[in-house]
Protein backbone atom coordinates (compact mmCIF):
# COMPACT_ATOMS: atom_id res chain seq x y z
CA UNK A 1 0.00 0.00 0.00
CA UNK A 2 1.52 3.30 -1.03
CA UNK A 3 1.65 5.41 2.02
CA UNK A 4 1.22 8.74 0.97
CA UNK A 5 -1.40 11.24 2.16
CA UNK A 6 -4.51 9.21 2.03
CA UNK A 7 -8.00 10.55 1.01
CA UNK A 8 -10.13 7.55 0.24
CA UNK A 9 -9.46 4.16 1.78
CA UNK A 10 -10.79 0.62 1.43
CA UNK A 11 -9.76 -1.93 3.77
CA UNK A 12 -12.17 -4.86 3.26
CA UNK A 13 -9.26 -7.02 0.88
CA UNK A 14 -7.33 -6.46 4.77
CA UNK A 15 -9.99 -7.04 7.03
CA UNK A 16 -8.25 -10.00 9.00
CA UNK A 17 -5.12 -7.66 9.34
CA UNK A 18 -6.84 -4.42 11.12
CA UNK A 19 -7.37 -3.75 14.52
CA UNK A 20 -6.77 -0.97 16.64
CA UNK A 21 -3.05 -1.20 16.27
CA UNK A 22 -2.69 -1.62 12.81
CA UNK A 23 -5.35 0.95 12.04
CA UNK A 24 -3.32 3.25 14.28
CA UNK A 25 -0.49 3.10 12.07
CA UNK A 26 -2.58 3.41 9.24
CA UNK A 27 -4.15 6.19 10.54
CA UNK A 28 -0.99 8.65 11.09
CA UNK A 29 -1.07 9.07 7.05
CA UNK A 30 -5.13 9.80 6.65
CA UNK A 31 -5.75 13.16 5.02
CA UNK A 32 -9.12 14.43 5.29
CA UNK A 33 -10.97 11.69 4.14
CA UNK A 34 -14.06 11.63 1.50
CA UNK A 35 -14.09 7.46 1.10
CA UNK A 36 -13.61 5.49 4.02
CA UNK A 37 -14.83 1.51 3.63
CA UNK A 38 -13.58 -0.49 6.80
CA UNK A 39 -15.97 -3.51 5.93
CA UNK A 40 -15.31 -6.61 8.44
CA UNK A 41 -12.59 -4.82 10.46
CA UNK A 42 -11.78 -5.49 13.63
CA UNK A 43 -13.33 -8.47 13.60
CA UNK A 44 -10.33 -10.85 14.19
CA UNK A 45 -9.63 -11.62 17.83
CA UNK A 46 -6.14 -11.04 19.06
CA UNK A 47 -3.46 -13.89 20.63
CA UNK A 48 -5.93 -14.05 24.16
CA UNK A 49 -9.48 -14.10 21.91
CA UNK A 50 -10.07 -10.34 22.47
CA UNK A 51 -10.88 -7.63 20.03
CA UNK A 52 -9.14 -4.34 19.60
CA UNK A 53 -10.74 -2.22 22.51
CA UNK A 54 -9.14 0.93 20.47
CA UNK A 55 -10.52 0.80 17.57
CA UNK A 56 -13.62 2.48 18.27
CA UNK A 57 -11.73 5.15 19.92
CA UNK A 58 -9.34 5.79 16.90
CA UNK A 59 -11.76 6.03 14.23
CA UNK A 60 -13.67 8.23 15.88
CA UNK A 61 -10.86 10.64 16.45
CA UNK A 62 -10.20 10.19 12.10
CA UNK A 63 -14.06 10.79 11.41
CA UNK A 64 -14.23 14.01 13.61
CA UNK A 65 -10.54 14.96 11.63
CA UNK A 66 -13.06 14.63 8.48
CA UNK A 67 -16.04 15.08 9.24
CA UNK A 68 -16.37 18.54 6.80
CA UNK A 69 -14.99 16.38 3.69
CA UNK A 70 -16.40 12.77 4.18
CA UNK A 71 -19.30 11.69 1.18
CA UNK A 72 -18.69 7.94 1.30
CA UNK A 73 -19.07 5.75 4.53
CA UNK A 74 -18.87 1.88 5.35
CA UNK A 75 -18.53 0.00 8.39
CA UNK A 76 -20.70 -3.09 7.37
CA UNK A 77 -19.78 -5.75 10.11
CA UNK A 78 -17.11 -3.52 11.88
CA UNK A 79 -17.13 -4.18 15.67
CA UNK A 80 -16.99 -0.98 17.43
CA UNK A 81 -17.94 -0.80 20.58
CA UNK A 82 -17.89 2.72 21.41
CA UNK A 83 -21.27 4.31 21.60
CA UNK A 84 -20.06 7.79 20.66
CA UNK A 85 -19.39 6.67 16.75
CA UNK A 86 -22.85 7.09 15.58
CA UNK A 87 -23.19 10.58 17.16
CA UNK A 88 -19.56 11.86 15.07
CA UNK A 89 -21.44 10.07 11.67
CA UNK A 90 -24.60 11.47 12.06
CA UNK A 91 -23.25 15.00 12.15
CA UNK A 92 -20.80 14.83 8.67
CA UNK A 93 -22.94 17.14 6.84
CA UNK A 94 -22.03 16.03 3.37
CA UNK A 95 -22.27 12.34 3.92
CA UNK A 96 -24.10 10.71 0.34
CA UNK A 97 -23.77 7.47 1.23
CA UNK A 98 -23.72 5.91 4.58
CA UNK A 99 -23.20 1.67 5.11
CA UNK A 100 -23.92 0.54 8.74
CA UNK A 101 -25.31 -3.25 7.72
CA UNK A 102 -24.74 -5.91 10.45
CA UNK A 103 -23.69 -3.08 13.62
CA UNK A 104 -25.80 -4.82 15.91
CA UNK A 105 -23.76 -4.71 18.40
CA UNK A 106 -23.95 -1.25 18.34
CA UNK A 107 -25.67 0.86 20.73
CA UNK A 108 -28.22 3.22 18.89
CA UNK A 109 -28.81 5.92 21.62
CA UNK A 110 -28.07 8.95 19.42
CA UNK A 111 -28.31 12.29 20.26
CA UNK A 112 -30.36 13.37 17.62
CA UNK A 113 -29.29 17.25 18.71
CA UNK A 114 -26.25 16.26 16.47
CA UNK A 115 -28.13 15.29 13.31
CA UNK A 116 -26.12 17.27 10.71
CA UNK A 117 -26.40 14.50 7.51
CA UNK A 118 -28.73 15.86 4.88
CA UNK A 119 -27.59 14.71 1.40
CA UNK A 120 -27.60 10.99 1.90
CA UNK A 121 -28.51 9.15 -1.37
CA UNK A 122 -28.13 5.53 0.24
CA UNK A 123 -28.78 4.43 3.96
CA UNK A 124 -28.17 0.61 4.77
CA UNK A 125 -28.91 -0.32 8.61
CA UNK A 126 -29.56 -3.63 7.97
CA UNK A 127 -29.16 -6.09 11.25
CA UNK A 128 -28.97 -2.56 13.36
CA UNK A 129 -30.42 -2.03 16.16
CA UNK A 130 -31.86 1.14 14.85
CA UNK A 131 -35.52 2.30 16.30
CA UNK A 132 -38.58 3.97 14.90
CA UNK A 133 -37.50 7.64 16.18
CA UNK A 134 -33.91 7.74 14.79
CA UNK A 135 -34.78 6.58 11.27
CA UNK A 136 -37.35 8.58 10.75
CA UNK A 137 -35.11 11.57 12.02
CA UNK A 138 -32.81 10.92 9.18
CA UNK A 139 -35.57 9.78 6.67
CA UNK A 140 -36.99 13.36 7.27
CA UNK A 141 -33.81 14.96 7.12
CA UNK A 142 -32.44 13.46 3.53
CA UNK A 143 -35.15 14.49 0.85
CA UNK A 144 -32.74 13.39 -1.76
CA UNK A 145 -32.71 9.50 -0.21
CA UNK A 146 -32.80 7.19 -3.16
CA UNK A 147 -31.88 3.37 -1.60
CA UNK A 148 -33.09 2.51 1.47
CA UNK A 149 -32.44 -0.92 3.19
CA UNK A 150 -33.44 -1.81 6.55
CA UNK A 151 -33.43 -5.56 6.29
CA UNK A 152 -33.42 -7.67 9.73
CA UNK A 153 -34.23 -4.34 11.91
CA UNK A 154 -35.32 -6.26 15.02
CA UNK A 155 -36.01 -2.75 16.77
CA UNK A 156 -38.39 -1.61 14.06
CA UNK A 157 -41.92 -1.15 14.86
CA UNK A 158 -44.67 -1.45 12.01
CA UNK A 159 -44.38 -0.43 8.54
CA UNK A 160 -46.70 2.38 8.62
CA UNK A 161 -45.14 5.01 10.49
CA UNK A 162 -41.70 4.85 8.79
CA UNK A 163 -43.99 4.46 5.22
CA UNK A 164 -46.03 7.26 5.93
CA UNK A 165 -42.59 9.60 6.29
CA UNK A 166 -40.86 8.44 2.92
CA UNK A 167 -43.61 9.06 0.77
CA UNK A 168 -43.55 12.08 2.52
CA UNK A 169 -40.19 13.46 2.36
CA UNK A 170 -38.13 10.86 0.53
CA UNK A 171 -40.78 10.79 -2.80
CA UNK A 172 -37.38 10.40 -4.86
CA UNK A 173 -36.55 6.66 -3.25
CA UNK A 174 -35.72 4.22 -6.21
CA UNK A 175 -35.05 1.01 -3.85
CA UNK A 176 -36.43 -0.68 -0.49
CA UNK A 177 -35.26 -3.80 1.28
CA UNK A 178 -36.99 -4.88 4.61
CA UNK A 179 -36.29 -8.43 4.66
CA UNK A 180 -37.66 -10.14 7.64
CA UNK A 181 -37.85 -6.94 9.42
CA UNK A 182 -42.04 -6.62 9.40
CA UNK A 183 -43.11 -9.89 10.02
CA UNK A 184 -46.73 -10.57 10.79
CA UNK A 185 -46.96 -6.51 11.09
CA UNK A 186 -48.44 -4.74 8.38
CA UNK A 187 -51.31 -4.72 6.76
CA UNK A 188 -51.96 -4.61 2.92
CA UNK A 189 -53.44 -0.80 2.76
CA UNK A 190 -49.79 -0.09 4.58
CA UNK A 191 -47.93 -1.66 1.60
CA UNK A 192 -50.35 0.13 -1.05
CA UNK A 193 -48.56 3.25 -0.25
CA UNK A 194 -45.58 1.53 -2.09
CA UNK A 195 -47.79 3.13 -5.14
CA UNK A 196 -46.85 6.27 -4.67
CA UNK A 197 -43.40 6.00 -4.82
CA UNK A 198 -43.10 5.61 -8.52
CA UNK A 199 -39.28 5.75 -9.16
CA UNK A 200 -38.88 2.69 -7.50
CA UNK A 201 -36.85 -0.15 -9.11
CA UNK A 202 -36.50 -2.05 -6.64
CA UNK A 203 -38.80 -3.51 -4.02
CA UNK A 204 -37.63 -6.51 -1.13
CA UNK A 205 -41.02 -7.31 1.26
CA UNK A 206 -39.59 -10.72 1.86
CA UNK A 207 -41.24 -12.54 4.61
CA UNK A 208 -42.77 -9.50 5.31
CA UNK A 209 -46.32 -11.03 4.13
CA UNK A 210 -49.24 -8.52 5.22
CA UNK A 211 -51.90 -10.49 7.12
CA UNK A 212 -54.51 -10.65 5.77
CA UNK A 213 -53.52 -10.27 2.42
CA UNK A 214 -55.50 -8.42 -0.15
CA UNK A 215 -54.71 -8.86 -3.86
CA UNK A 216 -55.00 -4.95 -4.31
CA UNK A 217 -51.99 -3.94 -3.01
CA UNK A 218 -49.45 -5.52 -4.64
CA UNK A 219 -51.63 -4.69 -7.96
CA UNK A 220 -51.31 -1.42 -6.77
CA UNK A 221 -47.77 -1.27 -6.46
CA UNK A 222 -46.86 -2.84 -10.00
CA UNK A 223 -49.44 -0.81 -11.86
CA UNK A 224 -47.92 2.62 -10.67
CA UNK A 225 -44.15 1.62 -9.82
CA UNK A 226 -43.64 1.54 -13.96
CA UNK A 227 -39.99 1.60 -13.13
CA UNK A 228 -39.86 -1.72 -11.04
CA UNK A 229 -37.16 -3.63 -12.20
CA UNK A 230 -36.47 -6.35 -8.90
CA UNK A 231 -39.25 -7.54 -6.98
CA UNK A 232 -38.74 -9.82 -3.86
CA UNK A 233 -41.73 -11.14 -2.07
CA UNK A 234 -40.29 -14.92 -0.71
CA UNK A 235 -42.25 -16.21 2.34
CA UNK A 236 -45.59 -14.60 1.23
CA UNK A 237 -46.98 -17.88 1.65
CA UNK A 238 -50.93 -17.50 1.42
CA UNK A 239 -50.07 -16.83 -2.56
CA UNK A 240 -51.73 -18.97 -5.15
CA UNK A 241 -51.59 -18.84 -8.67
CA UNK A 242 -54.90 -17.21 -8.73
CA UNK A 243 -53.56 -14.31 -6.77
CA UNK A 244 -49.84 -14.19 -8.30
CA UNK A 245 -51.05 -14.23 -12.01
CA UNK A 246 -52.62 -11.14 -12.33
CA UNK A 247 -49.83 -9.51 -11.25
CA UNK A 248 -47.07 -11.02 -13.29
CA UNK A 249 -49.01 -10.22 -15.85
CA UNK A 250 -49.10 -6.22 -14.92
CA UNK A 251 -44.96 -6.60 -14.10
CA UNK A 252 -43.71 -6.99 -17.60
CA UNK A 253 -40.13 -4.73 -16.76
CA UNK A 254 -38.99 -6.89 -13.83
CA UNK A 255 -35.59 -8.23 -14.76
CA UNK A 256 -35.41 -10.20 -10.84
CA UNK A 257 -37.91 -11.79 -9.14
CA UNK A 258 -37.90 -13.62 -5.86
CA UNK A 259 -41.22 -16.38 -5.22
CA UNK A 260 -39.14 -18.25 -2.81
CA UNK A 261 -41.01 -20.58 0.18
CA UNK A 262 -44.62 -20.03 -1.61
CA UNK A 263 -45.64 -23.44 -1.09
CA UNK A 264 -49.56 -23.11 -3.13
CA UNK A 265 -47.90 -21.66 -6.50
CA UNK A 266 -47.37 -24.09 -9.83
CA UNK A 267 -45.62 -24.21 -12.72
CA UNK A 268 -48.45 -22.11 -14.07
CA UNK A 269 -46.90 -19.06 -12.53
CA UNK A 270 -43.07 -20.17 -13.43
CA UNK A 271 -44.71 -19.97 -17.33
CA UNK A 272 -46.68 -16.39 -16.92
CA UNK A 273 -42.96 -14.54 -15.54
CA UNK A 274 -40.60 -16.70 -18.47
CA UNK A 275 -43.35 -15.84 -20.79
CA UNK A 276 -44.50 -12.08 -19.91
CA UNK A 277 -41.28 -10.71 -18.55
CA UNK A 278 -38.94 -10.08 -21.77
CA UNK A 279 -35.81 -8.69 -19.52
CA UNK A 280 -36.34 -11.70 -16.71
CA UNK A 281 -33.00 -12.75 -15.70
CA UNK A 282 -33.25 -13.94 -12.55
CA UNK A 283 -36.21 -15.84 -11.09
CA UNK A 284 -35.99 -17.47 -7.43
CA UNK A 285 -38.68 -20.03 -6.70
CA UNK A 286 -36.79 -22.18 -4.08
CA UNK A 287 -38.87 -24.29 -1.78
CA UNK A 288 -41.82 -24.18 -4.33
CA UNK A 289 -43.21 -27.52 -3.71
CA UNK A 290 -45.41 -27.15 -6.23
CA UNK A 291 -42.87 -26.53 -9.09
CA UNK A 292 -41.41 -29.50 -10.42
CA UNK A 293 -37.77 -30.12 -10.60
CA UNK A 294 -38.26 -31.67 -14.31
CA UNK A 295 -40.37 -28.40 -15.07
CA UNK A 296 -38.04 -26.26 -14.32
CA UNK A 297 -35.02 -28.26 -16.14
CA UNK A 298 -37.34 -27.71 -19.27
CA UNK A 299 -37.45 -24.42 -18.75
CA UNK A 300 -33.67 -24.36 -18.15
CA UNK A 301 -32.77 -25.66 -21.45
CA UNK A 302 -35.29 -23.54 -23.21
CA UNK A 303 -34.64 -20.36 -21.35
CA UNK A 304 -30.44 -20.41 -21.09
CA UNK A 305 -30.27 -16.47 -20.27
CA UNK A 306 -32.26 -17.02 -17.21
CA UNK A 307 -30.94 -17.73 -13.74
CA UNK A 308 -33.24 -20.09 -11.81
CA UNK A 309 -33.13 -20.96 -7.96
CA UNK A 310 -35.28 -24.06 -7.26
CA UNK A 311 -35.34 -26.13 -4.20
CA UNK A 312 -31.31 -26.41 -2.89
CA UNK A 313 -30.25 -26.43 -6.36
CA UNK A 314 -29.13 -23.41 -8.58
CA UNK A 315 -29.78 -23.73 -12.74
CA UNK A 316 -27.71 -21.34 -15.43
Excluded at 146 to 175: F, H, M, Q
Excluded at 281 to 297: A, R, S
Aim: glycine letters at 6%; hydrophobic letters at 40%.
Amino acid sequence: MRMSVLNELNLLTYWTKINGKSFKVLAKKFGKLRKLDLTGCNNAIDYFGLFSPHFGGILERVLRNSKETLTHLCLNHTRIIKSEILDVIISCPNLQDLRLQNSYFWSWKLNLNNLAITKLKTLDVSGAKIADAELISILKNNPNLEYLALDDCVKLGSPGPILATVVTYNRNLKAWSSWKTFQNQGNAEIYEIFGELVHLEELDLGFCEPKPYKNTCLEIIVSRCKKLKRLGLANWSYMTDQLLLPILTEAKGLTQLNLAYMPKITSRVLSQAINSMPNLCLLEIIQCGGIKKKIVEEYKRQYPHITIYHQKYLHV
